[in-house]
């Protein structure tokens, strides 16, 4: 409190005591204060100690006396110099109204009350428009003397001017309501309208589509009816109380739909009135709420479980409920807590604040949310966030409000220590490795760049203060637009390996991402960018990604497989080859684990030795073995094929010398094998061939030189009388049939060599089959012992078609000859018939037969199922059939039945079109 030069000291510390003390009474009308009267004395200390907007006037020239809460109404103007002033003085443009004002209550002792008065006074810093409502109350001495008034007012201003737009906007809003039934039939919502007294008088057509009602079963107070009977009365008391008390109707209730199931709708109706303030409509809609309704009532049965403080209060703000968390966290009871008794608990910095915030949203009904510090059990303090909203009855009554208090003590503290670090993150985000910038406004004009964005992307220029597109201008129109609907649509865009084309003689590459900031009303403030400059690595992935490219293409073309697994035997590569070697169709069907191998494959030493897994060729490189063209049999468990591989196996280090990996070559080998043991296996027929020529050859050459022998010693002796015309007849058909013999083995060796060369050379003309069997059987008829041996099936007449005619006797030829041979003189049957344009020969003996495991490989060069001892022939007779049997388009086949005879069957297409 200031000095003052007068015993009479204008208490308190405002501004104005501080000037009535400064100023020189003594030539003033009213004299020092020393001498002023007490009750002016007493009014003053009350004017200058009080923080409403308080003015005193005394005496006839109703001098003005005001306090600090007056200051802003005065104005700038006025204050500080029109202290103790006459009234006149100070408010000439509204002083002739007021003044008969105050002379009223001078006159009658009765104090005033003025609303929302208008009062063009002059402020430098506000408009003329100004309202006020203000009371004027008279000032009585010791004597009972009125002596002047004391004036209270408040500024009304923004108050009158809101509720002037209000009106306006109601008239317009009116005028609105006649293109509302039009626009609710597009809405979803249950739409409806009712009369001031709040009978209904529209519907839309969603509602009658739900309730499957008529509008005329409606209208009028029919529409309760389709309210559950649980919620038709407190329905009904809510609509009531809003009408009667023209406030908005809000409640949930449940409609019937059409087929009779009840869903929760939220209710929502207000009042639309015209300029004299009457409802003139009121204009509400039905919201489906069944999910949200469902999940509340389900929170509302856990509400006690809730880890949150809950409270709940009465009318008058006192505190009626605590819950148990509430004692629980601050070891307050319950009974201390309720009433105003929580405040106790609250910060002493914080618990004026606190209450205020509490008493202000109790006093309007409204939500209010605040942070307080809250003593915890152990006597310290938390940062915790209490929220509460207004209760109200079923019939719009204000009931109290009811709230949470939540721990956000970490998430204060976050703050606080984010608000702290915000110098640092400026110096860490200019000192960043990486370019960072921030773009303000819809130019997206540079704020904030650190030196590496400078040097990425200005080259070093300066773009603070500076438009993106004056900035940048090499930067092409595309990366604009992207920046600027980042910045429109609030959608982030980032970019790798994004190509610039900031530089013209050199590609550059960058990543960058983009985002919006926006402020704390949620609008866009701007957009910040990270990015960097990595061409470098760039070119150098694409350098390696090109040689990994050629080494995969490498990998998977080469013909050897190729495996690599690391130091647990975990696979980690099958190239194709690799695949393709174990039957496996793609990567995929590799196990994971080499150890699960046995699953599907048995690996045998190459003498035929099962191996167990530790001798497998992977186990011994992953012991450290290395090893190179080692060769291993393996077999399939699922389809029982084997191959031959040839492995190559080594260990991969570490720097430490620890395996790591362990890769292994495989080389199919089996066709080499194969080709070793057919060349081992030709050699050894070729050998058994000559043997069998040599023996074949022999035996009638040696008949032949035996004949002559024995001819030419008769002749020398003279004893020609005994080379009679019969025997000598008889000895040139025996010597003719060895020659015939002789013939047949050098003709089957030429057609073999010929077959192998692929000079074998074929004559097809139009030729009749049962020509060629019928001389083939004349031939061969003498040469079976009876002709009984020898039957036919040729009485068909005629089997034309295109055929190589000397070919196809050779084969009726071969058969029959191994009919002879092998049938051990029981019957032949030769048979010849035409099947759907197929010529059909069968040769069927009766001898030793085939047994069923060289039907097949008694087609094959060299082959025979009995030595040559037993019977004569080199074992290609068969084979020559079969290479001109295909030859024509056709197949040859036996059937067997072994020691009980063979049935060689032939089958010749007619038609030219498959020949060969």
Request: net charge negative.
């Given at each position: 409190m200031g000095s003052s030069r007068y015993s009479f000291s204008f208490p308190g510390n405002q501004v104005t005591a501080q000037i009535a003390r400064d100023l020189d009474w003594s030539m003033h009308p009213l004299g020092p204060p020393d001498k002023w009267p007490l009750c002016l004395k007493l009014n003053l200390n009350t004017l200058f100690t009080t923080k409403h907007p308080v003015t005193l006037f005394w005496g006839k020239e109703k001098f003005f006396f005001y306090n600090d809460a007056f200051i802003p109404i005065l104005g700038a103007i006025?204050?500080?110099?029109?202290?103790?002033?006459?009234?006149?003085?100070?408010?000439?443009?509204?002083?002739?109204?007021?003044?008969?004002?105050?002379?009223?209550?001078?006159?009658?002792?009765?104090?005033?009350?003025?609303?929302?008065?208008?009062?063009?006074?002059?402020?430098?810093?506000?408009?003329?428009?100004?309202f006020f409502t203000y009371s004027i109350s008279p000032l009585i001495d010791e004597n009972g003397v009125i002596v002047g008034s004391l004036v209270i007012s408040v500024e009304t201003t923004e108050q009158v001017l809101s509720e002037r737009k209000i009106k306006l906007g109601q008239r317009e809003l009116l005028e609105a309501l006649n293109r509302f039934k039009e626009m609710s039939e597009s809405l979803p919502q249950l739409v409806w309208t009712s009369l001031p007294d709040g009978r209904c008088n529209y519907l839309n057509k969603q509602w009658m589509e739900y309730t499957g009602k008529s509008q005329e079963e409606m209208l009028g107070d029919s529409w309760i009816d389709t309210v559950h009977p649980d919620d038709r009365e407190r329905t009904e008391d809510k609509w009531k109380g809003?009408?009667?008390g023209f406030h908005p109707y809000d409640i949930e209730y449940r409609i019937r739909r059409h087929d009779g199931v009840y869903r929760w709708f939220k209710a929502r109706g207000s009042p639309f009135k015209n300029e004299?303030?009457?409802?003139?409509?009121?204009?509400?809609?039905?919201?489906?709420?069944?999910?949200?309704?469902?999940?509340?009532?389900?929170?509302?049965?856990?509400?006690?479980?809730?880890?949150?403080?809950?409270?709940?209060?009465?009318?008058?703000?006192?505190?009626?409920?605590?819950?148990?968390?509430?004692?629980?966290?601050?070891?307050?009871?319950?009974?201390?807590?309720?009433?105003?008794?929580?405040?106790?608990?609250?910060?002493?910095?914080?618990?004026?604040?606190?209450?205020?915030?509490?008493?202000?949203?109790?006093?309007?009904?409204e939500h209010f949310a605040f942070e307080y510090r809250l003593r915890m059990k152990d006597g310290s303090?938390?940062?915790?966030?209490?929220?509460?909203?207004?209760?109200?009855?079923?019939?719009?009554?204000f009931l109290?409000?009811?709230?949470?208090?939540?721990?956000?003590?970490?998430?204060?503290?976050?703050e606080e220590a984010l608000k702290e670090s915000r110098a640092d993150l400026y110096r860490v985000l200019m000192q960043a490795p990486s370019g960072v910038a921030f773009l303000k406004g819809p130019d997206l004009v540079y704020s904030l760049a650190n030196s590496r964005y400078q040097e990425i992307f200005a080259k070093g220029g300066s773009?603070?203060?500076?438009?993106?597109?004056?900035?940048?201008?090499?930067?092409?129109?595309?990366?604009?637009?992207?920046?600027?609907?980042?910045?429109?649509?609030?959608?982030?865009?980032?970019?790798?390996?994004?190509?610039?084309?900031?530089?013209s003689d050199k590609d550059v590459y960058l990543n960058f991402s983009i985002q919006r900031i926006t402020n704390s009303k949620g609008e866009p403030e701007g957009v910040i960018v990270i990015g960097d400059d990595v061409t470098e690595q760039v070119k150098d992935r694409m350098a390696r990604d090109a040689l990994t490219k050629q080494l995969q293409a490498i990998v998977e073309n080469m013909n050897e497989g190729l495996?690599?697994?690391?130091?647990?035997?975990?696979?980690?590569?099958?190239?194709?080859?690799?695949?393709?070697?174990?039957?496996?169709?793609?990567?995929?069907?590799?196990?994971?684990?080499?150890?699960?191998?046995?699953k599907m494959f048995q690996l045998y030493s190459i003498e035929g030795d099962l191996l167990e897994l530790d001798d497998w060729p992977i186990t011994r490189t992953l012991r450290g073995e290395t090893f190179i063209g080692q060769e291993y049999i393996i077999e399939s468990l699922e389809t029982s094929d084997r191959w031959i591989g040839s492995y190559s196996g080594s260990p991969i280090f570490d720097s430490e010398g620890r395996i790591v990996f362990a890769v292994m070559t495989i080389r199919d080998v089996t066709s080499r094998i194969?080709?070793?043991?057919?060349l081992k296996d030709a050699i050894n027929s070729r050998d058994e061939f000559l043997s069998i020529i040599s023996h074949e050859l022999k035996t009638p050459l040696t008949s032949l030189k035996l004949q002559n022998q024995s001819a030419i010693r008769k002749i020398k002796k003279g004893s020609v009388g005994d080379l009679s015309t019969d025997r000598l007849s008889v000895l040139f058909d025996k010597n003719e049939n060895q020659i015939n013999r002789v013939i047949r083995l050098v003709d089957d060796m030429l057609d073999l060599t010929r077959i192998q060369s692929g000079k074998f050379s074929y004559n097809f003309i139009k030729c009749d089959l049962h020509e060629v069997a019928i001389d083939v059987y004349e031939r061969f008829k003498d040469q079976f012992e009876s002709a009984s041996t020898l039957l036919s099936n040729l009485s068909i007449e005629s089997v034309v078609g295109f055929f190589d005619r000397d070919r196809i006797e050779q084969v009726m030829v071969n058969l029959l000859t191994n009919a002879l041979k092998y049938g051990k003189g029981n019957a032949v049957t030769i048979r010849l018939e035409v099947l759907s344009n197929v010529a059909r020969l069968e040769i069927q003996d009766h001898g030793i037969g085939v047994k069923p495991e060289n039907v097949e490989v008694i087609f094959k060069k060299y082959e025979r199922i009995v030595s040559a001892d037993e019977v004569s022939g080199l074992g290609i007779g068969l084979f020559i059939c079969r290479e001109i049997v295909e030859a024509h388009g056709g197949k040859i086949w036996v059937e067997s039945i072994f020691g009980e005879g063979s049935k060689f069957i032939a089958e010749l297409p007619l038609d030219a079109n498959n020949l060969k």
């Open positions: 006025k204050h500080p110099k029109v202290m103790g002033k006459p009234g006149g003085e100070v408010w000439p443009e509204v002083w002739r109204r007021f003044s008969l004002e105050l002379d009223t209550v001078l006159e009658t002792g009765e104090a005033s009350w003025v609303v929302n008065r208008h009062s063009p006074i002059k402020r430098p810093d506000k408009s003329l428009v100004a809003a009408i009667k004299a303030g009457k409802i003139i409509l009121w204009f509400g809609t039905c919201t489906d709420i069944e999910e949200t309704k469902q999940e509340q009532l389900n929170y509302e049965k856990n509400v006690d479980l809730s880890p949150a403080m809950l409270w709940i209060t009465d009318v008058s703000g006192y505190c009626s409920y605590l819950s148990n968390q509430w004692h629980e966290l601050t070891g307050q009871p319950i009974e201390e807590g309720l009433g105003l008794g929580w405040l106790e608990y609250i910060h002493p910095d914080d618990k004026f604040y606190a209450e205020k915030a509490f008493s202000d949203a109790n006093k309007n009904h303090y938390r940062w915790s966030i209490d929220s509460g909203n207004p209760r109200f009855g079923p019939h719009g009554e109290g409000m009811a709230g949470t208090v939540f721990d956000v003590h970490e998430k204060k503290l976050a773009i603070i203060g500076k438009p993106m597109r004056q900035a940048l201008p090499q930067v092409a129109e595309t990366n604009f637009r992207i920046f600027e609907k980042v910045f429109r649509t609030g959608e982030p865009f980032s970019a790798k390996e994004f190509k610039s084309t900031m530089d495996i690599l697994c690391d130091e647990n035997g975990r696979m980690l590569l099958w190239n194709p080859a690799a695949c393709k070697m174990h039957g496996l169709h793609k990567a995929e069907d590799v196990f994971e684990y080499y150890s699960a191998y046995p194969d080709s070793e043991k057919n």
